[in-house]
Nanobody, 115 residues
Framework: QVQLVESGGGLVQPGGSLRLSCAAS????????MGWYRQAPGKQRELVAL???????NYADSVKGRFTISRDNAKNTVYLQMNSLKPEDTAVYYCIADVLPSRSWGQGTQVTVSS
């Protein structure tokens, strides 16, 4: 199990930016992949972005070109830079970490995009 602590959520206007952070309790070199999911009210939880141990990334089509996932191995932290935010990006964002065969989840951080 990996303990994950998220931060960086909040309220932002459409077109604005936020950066989410997720700090892991273990050295992220032992983690196969880290990433972010989100869940909007009344909707299923969906994948936003993943970064593998080798640095390869995967994004949902809805965020490609606007969101960037990155990792700082020295800080055991993964970031999600979110630009050009839209109201439909409003959701609770959850950090995940895979140490196979297990997946750990963070507590979630609220992102609200509204004028």
């Amino acid at each position: 199990q990996v303990q994950l602590v998220e931060s960086g959520g909040g309220l932002v206007q459409p077109g604005g930016s936020l950066r989410l952070s997720c700090a892991a309790s273990r050295n992220i070199f032992v983690i196969n992949a880290m990433g972010w999911y989100r869940q909007a009210p009344g909707k299923q939880r969906e994948l936003v972005a993943l970064v593998s141990r080798d640095g390869s990334t995967n994004y949902a089509d809805s965020v490609k070109g606007r969101f960037t996932i990155s990792r700082d191995n020295a800080k055991n932290t993964v970031y999600l830079q979110m630009n050009s935010l839209k109201p439909e990006d409003t959701a609770v964002y959850y950090c995940i970490a895979d140490v196979l065969p297990s997946r750990s989840w963070g507590q979630g951080t609220q992102v609200t995009v509204s004028s």
